[in-house]
Nanobody
Framework: QVQLVESGGGLVQAGGSLRLSCAASGRTFSSYTMAWFRQAPGKERAFVAAIIWSGKTTNYADSVKGRFTISRDNAKNTVYLQMNSLKPEDTAVYYC??????????????????WGQGTQVTVSS
């Protein structure tokens, strides 16, 4: 069982930056591929980025490539999402997710086993 707690959301102006964190419970964090998803009002939850359990491979949605960076610190049981050059269309609730030893190429919410409660990111124009 893995419990995930996101933090770092907030209100920022367009062009600004935020760093989200997701703290995981449990001693097997390094066995899980971690991902960030986001859900805007009236829209389905969508893939943002993923990082494999070893940290050696990452994957990004086209809409955030070059602006967002996912990373992890297995010693701290934490995954991060550095978001730069934020746009109003990045406004959403951001969720952290985990899957056991999975890859990073599957964008579906269905392959992730554990989810955090979400953190709101609002980008003003």
């Amino acid at each position: 069982q893995v419990q995930l707690v996101e933090s770092g959301g907030g209100l920022v102006q367009a062009g600004g930056s935020l760093r989200l964190s997701c703290a995981a419970s449990g001693r097997t964090f390094s066995s899980y591929t971690m991902a960030w998803f986001r859900q805007a009002p009236g829209k389905e939850r969508a893939f943002v980025a993923a990082i494999i359990w070893s940290g050696k491979t990452t994957n990004y949605a086209d809409s955030v490539k070059g602006r967002f960076t996912i990373s992890r610190d297995n010693a701290k049981n934490t995954v991060y999402l550095q978001m730069n050059s934020l746009k109003p269309e990045d406004t959403a609730v951001y969720y952290c997710a985990a899957r056991y030893y999975g890859g990073v190429s599957d964008y579906s919410v269905d392959v992730y086993d554990y989810w955090g409660q979400g953190t709101q990111v609002t980008v003003s124009s």
